[in-house]
């Protein structure tokens, strides 16, 4: 087993995944040769803060907020926190496809149309990726509960270019399952929907999308991880393990879920982030530059009057930048709010200054 991300700056540093064999974009980019190794460089290159690149290397659309499960660890398990934290209409098609229109122009290669929602309650899901992948789209990733994906949706999704297919789980026996993820349908049946996915893929020869699944660490079923990696070792390409961290600061209501080892960390000593540098979220029509839910202040426009390359080059989205370079997250409210949401044990603020 190997540790994917070695990088010291990253709200990536949210998640750990675990493969069999080699990292998960080294096997990429032996399937998808050098277009996609060309990309990681320089992905790596932004997320070391090296470089801004013209254009985001990476669209998250979060299209809605529809998902027929309620995990009280996500805020779709909590609708108040829902109606306070989005506005505006859901993205449809047709802005689908003017946000991967401008994409295309600027060669943008990755992608994910998934956001706080369950992406296969949208029916022509496929439609969209394959559009993405149209339009010259090298990685297209998305994360699901595993519910909806019915050997139909299986077949329909294979070969639209969808690069890496994640499946949520959080458990691994029905008992946590059913506390973690609440509404859910039972666990025996999305493995099962799992191993018929891996088992189309190998009928039809595919090498892609690589499949994962995911288990986000909490105080509820943190006992569970060991034997949850090894059911899903030699299973799947790829285990992630998720940091939890509360989805809006009202941290009394969510600190009951944090990881015992989260909370016996010792206090970070700095902190960069580099969401801004590597993409936009597009949140309903909003243009956001990272994906926390609690992030209004930092809008910076709307998909119907402005560009994604105007807010990407906009002196806020500049600001965002240069605050995080120079380590000073503190300085922002919601940087700071989410900084300390991630980790509890934070002493890094104004007042050290
Ligand atoms: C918001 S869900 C959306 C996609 C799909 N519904 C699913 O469950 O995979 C995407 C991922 O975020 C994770 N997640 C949700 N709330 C979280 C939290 N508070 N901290 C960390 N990860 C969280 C989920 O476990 C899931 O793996
Ligand atoms: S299934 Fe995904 S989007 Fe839905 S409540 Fe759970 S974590 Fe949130
Ligand atoms: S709120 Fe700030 S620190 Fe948090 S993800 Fe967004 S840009 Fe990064």
């Not at 790596?44 to 499960?69: G, R, S, W």
């Not at 900084?339 to 200054?353: A, F, K, T």
Request: proline letters at 5%.
């Amino acid at each position: 087993m190997k540790k994917d991300s070695k990088k010291l700056y990253t709200t990536d540093g949210k998640v750990q995944t675990l493969t069999n064999d080699i990292d998960v974009n080294q096997k990429l980019s032996k399937i998808l040769g050098k277009k996609f190794s060309d990309y990681r460089k320089i992905w790596d290159k932004a997320n070391n803060m090296e470089i801004v690149t013209d254009f985001p290397l990476f669209l998250h659309l979060d299209m809605n907020q529809e998902c027929n499960y309620k995990c009280p660890h996500c805020i779709i398990g909590h609708p108040e926190e829902v109606a306070e934290n989005y506005f505006g209409d859901y993205l449809n098609f047709k802005d689908f496809k003017k946000i991967i229109d401008e994409g295309a122009e600027h060669g943008c290669p990755s992608m994910e149309p998934q956001g706080n929602n369950e992406p296969f309650l949208i029916k022509n899901l496929h439609e969209y990726i394959s559009y993405a992948n149209k339009k010259g789209f090298i990685d297209i990733m998305l994360n699901n509960n595993g519910s909806a994906l019915t050997k139909k949706r299986a077949e329909q999704i294979i070969d639209t270019g969808l690069t890496r297919l994640r499946f949520s789980l959080d458990a691994f026996t029905q008992e946590t399952y059913s506390k973690v993820r609440v509404g859910s349908i039972p666990l025996e049946r999305v493995i099962r929907n799992i191993d018929n996915f891996l088992e189309l893929r190998e009928k039809k020869n595919y090498k892609l999308p690589l499949v994962g699944v995911s288990f986000c660490k909490m105080k509820q079923n943190e006992h569970e991880l060991d034997d949850f990696i090894k059911f899903w070792t030699n299973k799947v390409d790829m285990i992630s393990i998720q940091r939890f961290v509360p989805p809006t600061p009202n941290v009394k209501k969510y600190e009951k879920y944090y990881a015992s080892d989260t909370l016996k960390e010792d206090p970070i000593t700095e902190f960069k982030c580099v969401q801004p540098f590597q993409r936009v979220v597009i949140k309903n029509k909003s243009i956001a530059p990272c994906c926390v839910s609690f992030n209004k202040n930092l809008i910076l426009g709307n998909i119907d009057t402005t560009s994604i390359y105007d807010a990407w080059h906009s002196p806020k989205m500049n600001n965002i930048r240069k605050l995080h370079k120079e380590g000073k997250f503190y300085l922002d409210k919601t940087c700071k709010d989410c900084v300390d949401l991630i980790y509890p044990n934070n002493q890094i603020n104004n007042l050290s200054l």
